[in-house]
């Protein structure tokens, strides 16, 4: 786990009592190096010194726990909206009450009691060799369990988050009795044991190891824009399907988020929110776009080429908050369809 780290300096994070006027103390969950571009934003436009430090997002929550009331945390920033959910269930946020995030981020990407919002959106989508599966055959999340597709899918393990919140919408959408027939259908048609991550999966179907793959679209994004040959020439390969699009009962792609909320007790309050509230400006929004791949969860944004050539897509406007309460339900399911 790496240090307090700041773009500027690194104050003592265990120090008692606020930080000197001008800091904001951040937990991060996000690895990208991009993200430095944004911190060095904030500070520019503000003066405050953002200090950072970075580790997995189930860590940081532990130490935010077990730092208590002595936290030096202002703010946590995590992926997935079921680590947010469980932040917000241990108390390691607090409410805050702002007109800048409730009028820039849609309700549904925001908690209803105002503990966390999104900064970022990412959709889970198809990626598919079409000389191997018509994509006119996969528009919906439902064609993943259609027999036809036997041996063809490749998607990551049932751990994973991204998984893990995708079945909770859909138990969200169609009842657990549905959503279990779906996860034994996409089982059923496993091309291989679920190994490695999202780019994994991507390579292996350019590789004709499978046909379409199930993957959050950023990992697609930075295949296309990678100055790697080989990932150029198996990107060149694959296409992505924004599913439920169309057709009966279609509720639009599932997204999940990258999201931030005010520390429960944040010694930095009113510079954690100038922070909180500048992760939706047009500013912070186009360097997530452009430095992850991620779609804005605000509006005014630059986005890259690469994201607009994928064309727009309805994105899912169930409230994501709650997915996260789905949790132990979805990971019961994947364990007793015999999803590893």
């Known amino acids: 786990m790496a240090g307090m780290g700041s773009c500027a300096r690194a104050p003592d994070p265990t120090a008692n009592g606020p930080a000197a006027a001008g800091e904001v103390n951040l937990y991060s969950a996000r690895h990208y190096d991009s993200d430095k571009a944004l911190y060095a934003a904030f500070e ?171 993957v959050n679209h950023y990992y697609f994004a930075r295949l296309i824009a990678s100055t790697n040959a080989e990932d150029q020439a198996a990107a060149a390969k694959l296409q992505l399907i924004f599913p439920g699009q169309s057709g009966e009962n279609a509720f639009g792609a599932h997204v999940n988020v990258t999201g931030a909320g005010l520390a429960a007790h944040a010694p930095n309050r009113d510079n954690a929110m100038r922070f909180l509230e500048f992760l939706v400006s047009p500013t912070a929004q186009t360097i997530l776009a452009e430095g992850a791949f991620e779609y804005p969860a605000s509006n005014g944004a630059n986005v890259p080429e690469t994201l607009l050539a994928f064309g727009d897509f309805s994105e899912d406007q169930l409230p994501i908050g709650a997915i996260g309460p789905r949790e132990s339900e979805a990971l019961a399911i994947f364990d007793a369809v015999g999803w590893p």
């Open 44 to 214: 520019e436009e503000t003066g405050i010194t953002v200090n950072v430090i970075e580790a997995q997002g189930p860590v940081l929550l532990e130490r935010l726990k077990a730092e208590g009331a002595n936290s030096p945390a202002d703010v946590f920033l995590t992926v997935d909206v079921g680590n947010l959910h469980r932040a917000k269930a241990q108390n390691v946020f607090q409410p805050t009450q702002s007109s800048v995030l409730t009028n820039s981020v849609p309700a549904h990407l925001r908690d209803a009691d105002g503990h966390w919002v999104a900064i970022a959106k990412r959709a889970r989508v198809f990626v598919v060799n079409p000389a191997l599966a018509p994509p006119e055959r996969l528009s919906r999340y439902e064609d993943l369990a259609d027999p036809q597709w036997r041996g063809q899918i490749c998607v990551r393990s049932s751990n994973n988050v991204y998984n893990v919140s995708l079945l909770g919408a859909l138990i969200e959408h169609w009842g657990a009795p549905a959503a279990r027939d779906w996860a034994a259908g996409v089982v059923a048609n496993f091309a291989r044991a679920p190994q490695g991550g999202d780019t994994d999966q991507l390579r292996a179907v350019a590789a004709g190891a499978c046909s379409i793959a199930l």
